[in-house]
């Protein structure tokens, strides 16, 4: 039987369209969650994420469920995240939405990909930790960070993110490990450990 | 040598929920056993936990679940709407690749004539040199006009805005092409008489200045121009999509006007609102769902300029969003081909325009973002033809606009530049000397489009107003480009 997603969005390929707000509520924290952790900040994450589900509702004739949702979402997901990579690579940039505020140093896109740094007001060591982890995401390989983002999305298993990169599960075990790792070394340089 | 608890890789799949069962029980046992091992776990726990709130926070999450409703509805939308549009040119495919040949076909024989002849004129050293080099210039951009003729003639307007495009971009050298095209429109536009100079509408419409400021001509070249410049037009375009589906749904049933903060309304709120919708070619006399928008927001604003005496309390800020809101959806609906069928509706903008030009004349202490928009509110019912070009409006304009490029050349934000830009090069095609300002950078552009996202954010606060200008600004850069 197929998971709760899968069936709202067989109902709204079914052209029944109540079916889907109730899949929007449920995947876009997750979706803007995952482009998060690609690198993208807040306002761009949730325009990714809208962007996202507008190609979803488009090919919504066309779907089938052969696998999970979450798979098929999250493979548009990424394909979506690397016309926007490559948009940001051949164009200026843009400036983000932080820089914008003043919370970021101005560095426009770079500082987008690594996370902001920690500010002299963020004493809490919560604030600490979550901007070191920011950091230690940004410093994986692109495999590892690939697979690493994909895994921390809630419920995708290690086989969906296998049909989703088309490389084996044992693979992907092994570059989470390997990208755990090194996010908690580089934790351990900066010599925080999480409570 | 054994290796750290930490490092055992079970841990990871265990916390990941990737072990098998029988692993994972195997090894929750030893976990009881094992007083490192389970420290080891905790500490990896926690390396989790913080991962995931560093990047879904709680409170961010609960955000967005709440924001799915809004997020769902935008797509919906959106996407029916492209699917309507597809399938209105699907529909009429074969023919419109006929027309299109003949089109082009006359076009590029045109175009072949004026190239010659500009080679000519400009060996000749004569006067006209720019003017026919333009033209060519025009020529050029003719398929592209045809590639957006069909969305046109979605409605009674169609012919309107066919006139206007074949006297504003192609000039009278695509006449003969307005005649074929007459075939292609509904029967009741087709009663006119394109070839009639009296079908084109009444003299005091001289058809060369009714040209709404905010119509957005040769889209798709000005697009690729844009992208030249480092301007995401495409990102630009979805974003003023969502724009003005937020201002939409802002709207208050009962007074038509656009809601602020608190749920309150301003004259000048909903003028800017619906100047926005207007900018994106909506107006209170089409069919589409924005024009319902439209149609709603102009009768409460024409509530408001009742009376004289109603309007002289119309403040200064508001008072130019309004007229402007007014005459351009007067043209934007009517233009000069039906002016007579609009008759009762230009009271306002008439009442409008008179008050604006007391205040332009008496008011030393008008802000300069105000007396820009005055200024645009006049120009805008001179082009609708409604009012006349007053002599001391004449004698005024060029101190209008060097205000107008004061006032983009200081310490303006973003959005009155934009604005000042725009309105600026308006006056530049119409004969002003066209003032300096710092030109618009990508930068500028990229902040523009920054900020609307962050409306996404600020919709929690007062978000009508500054979204409103900021889908403006947005526009404004394609009219000036």
């Known amino acids: ?195 | 040598m054994s290796r750290p608890a930490d490092h055992d890789p079970r841990l990871l799949d265990l916390l990941a929920g990737e072990l098998p069962p029988a692993e994972a029980e195997a090894l929750e046992a030893e976990l009881a056993r094992d007083g490192d091992l389970g420290a080891a776990r905790d500490a990896w726990a926690a390396v989790f936990a913080a991962e995931r709130e560093a990047f879904e926070p709680a409170a961010e999450r609960a955000a967005l679940e709440r924001d799915g409703l809004r997020v769902a509805a935008w797509v919906q939308d959106t996407v029916r709407r492209d699917e309507a549009a597809a399938a209105k040119r699907s529909a009429a495919a074969p023919r419109r690749r006929t027309w299109a040949r003949i089109l082009a076909f006359s076009v590029a024989a045109h175009v072949a004539v004026l190239a010659v002849l500009a080679i000519a004129l400009h060996g000749g050293g004569s006067s006209e040199d720019a003017g026919t080099v333009a033209r060519v210039g025009m020529g050029s951009e003719a398929f592209e006009v045809e590639d957006d003729l069909e969305a046109r003639y979605a409605n009674s307007m169609a012919a309107v805005q066919w006139r206007e495009l074949v006297q504003d971009d192609l000039g009278a050298q695509l006449d003969d092409a307005a005649l074929m095209e007459q075939e292609r429109l509904p029967e009741e536009i087709a009663r006119f008489d394109f070839d009639e100079p009296a079908g084109w509408g009444a003299p005091a419409h001289p058809a060369e200045v009714t040209v709404p400021m905010l119509r957005r001509k040769n889209a798709g070249l000005k697009r690729r121009r844009l992208d030249l410049l480092g301007f995401n037009a495409k990102g630009s375009l979805r974003a003023v999509g969502r724009g003005l589906h937020v201002l939409a749904l802002r709207q208050n049933g009962e007074s038509g006007l656009f809601e602020g903060a608190g749920g309150t309304t301003s004259v000048r709120t909903s003028s800017l609102a619906t100047l926005a919708f207007l900018g994106e070619g909506h107006a209170s006399q089409g069919s589409r769902t924005e024009d319902e928008v439209v149609a709603r927001a102009v009768r409460g604003l024409r509530r408001t300029v009742a009376s004289r005496k109603a309007l002289a309390a119309v403040p200064d800020e508001a008072l130019g969003p309004l007229g402007v809101a007014l005459a351009e959806d007067y043209m934007l609906s009517y233009g000069s081909l039906t002016p007579h069928a609009a008759g009762r509706r230009t009271d306002e903008i008439e009442r409008l325009t008179a008050e604006a030009r007391t205040r332009l004349t008496s008011e030393t202490t008008l802000a300069a973002t105000d007396r820009t928009w005055l200024v645009w509110a006049v120009d805008a019912a001179q082009r609708a033809g409604v009012v006349g070009s007053e002599p001391h409006d004449r004698a005024a304009f060029q101190g209008w606009v060097a205000s107008t490029a004061k006032a983009a050349a200081g310490d303006a934000t973003d959005t009155q530049e934009a604005l000042a830009v725009g309105m600026a090069l308006l006056y530049a095609e119409r004969g002003a000397e066209k003032p300096r300002f710092k030109r618009w950078s990508r930068t500028n552009a990229a902040k523009l489009l920054e900020g609307l996202k962050l409306t996404g954010e600020a919709r929690r606060g007062d978000p009508v107003g500054e979204t409103a200008l900021v889908l403006l600004a947005l526009q404004m850069t394609y009219r000036a480009y």
């Not at chain 1, 998971?3 to 109540?18: F, I, N």
């Not at chain 1, 940001?88 to 939405?97: E, H, I, N, T, Y």
Request: glycine letters at 8%; hydrophobic letters at 40%.
């Open chain 1, 1 to 195: 039987m197929a998971d709760e997603d899968t069936e709202l969005m067989l109902r709204v390929a079914a052209g029944e369209d109540a079916a889907f707000e109730p899949l929007v509520r449920r995947m876009l924290p997750r979706l803007v969650g995952y482009f998060r952790r690609l690198g993208a900040d807040a306002s761009i994450a949730e325009d990714c994420a809208q962007e996202v589900f507008l190609k979803v509702f488009r090919a919504r004739a066309g779907y089938t469920a052969r696998a999970k949702f979450t798979t098929y979402l999250f493979h548009i997901a990424r394909n979506h995240w690397i016309d926007v990579y490559r948009h940001r690579k051949a164009g200026p940039g843009m400036v983000s939405a932080e820089v914008l505020r003043g919370d970021g140093d101005g560095d426009g896109p770079r500082r987008e990909f690594e996370g902001p740094s920690p500010q002299p007001d963020q004493a809490g060591s919560h604030r600490e930790l979550v901007a070191a982890l920011r950091r230690a995401v940004a410093t994986l390989g692109q495999e590892q960070h690939e697979v690493f983002v994909l895994a921390r999305v809630e419920n995708l298993r290690y086989q969906e993110i296998g049909e989703i990169l088309g490389i084996p599960v044992g693979t992907v075990k092994s570059r989470m490990h390997a990208a755990w790792r090194q996010i908690r070394a580089v934790l351990r340089q900066e010599g925080i450990e999480p409570p």
